[in-house]
């Protein structure tokens, strides 16, 4: 004859259970919440275009930025963005360390590239 082992579950028991679960769903919520606290960041990052990488020199006068260029479709926006770094257009900039990569200097000089640029491709094709 087989043994069936049959275990009597009491209330202490079911209380205990009710306390790991609360505890399981909180712990999960606090996951979810960090998860969800990373990729908000991670978005942010990305969509303002990544943050230039930046080096100084020993007088910490200028620096040496790479940084995206600013996408085209922004450019001749009030509020230009910078493009993803995985698109491979790289600025590489040296001069004073406040240099903004989406200030006005910079928007002017890119404007003036893709204006060049796209002149140039015009008179190529004539």
């Given at each position: 004859?087989?043994?069936?082992?049959?275990?009597?579950?009491?209330?202490?028991?079911?209380?205990?259970?009710?306390?790991?679960?609360?505890?399981?769903?909180?712990?999960?919520?606090?996951?979810?919440?960090?998860?969800?606290?990373?990729?908000?960041?991670?978005?942010?990052?990305?969509?303002e275009g990544n943050v230039p990488n930046k080096e100084a020199d020993a007088s910490a006068q200028y620096c040496h930025l790479k940084f995206p260029a600013i996408t085209e479709e922004s450019l001749f926006s009030d509020r230009p963005v910078l493009k993803s770094s995985s698109d491979g257009d790289i600025?590489?900039?040296?001069?004073?360390?406040?240099?903004?990569?989406?200030?006005?200097?910079?928007?002017?000089?890119?404007?003036a590239d893709l204006q060049r640029e796209r002149r140039r491709q015009y008179d190529n094709s004539n």
């Open positions: 004859m087989k043994k069936v082992w049959t275990e009597v579950i009491t209330t202490r028991d079911c209380l205990r259970l009710g306390e790991f679960t609360n505890r399981f769903k909180e712990m999960c919520t606090v996951l979810w919440v960090l998860a969800a606290l990373a990729m908000s960041s991670t978005a942010l990052s990305a969509a600025i590489d900039f040296y001069g004073p360390c406040n240099f903004d990569p989406l200030g006005k200097e910079s928007v002017l000089k890119q404007r």
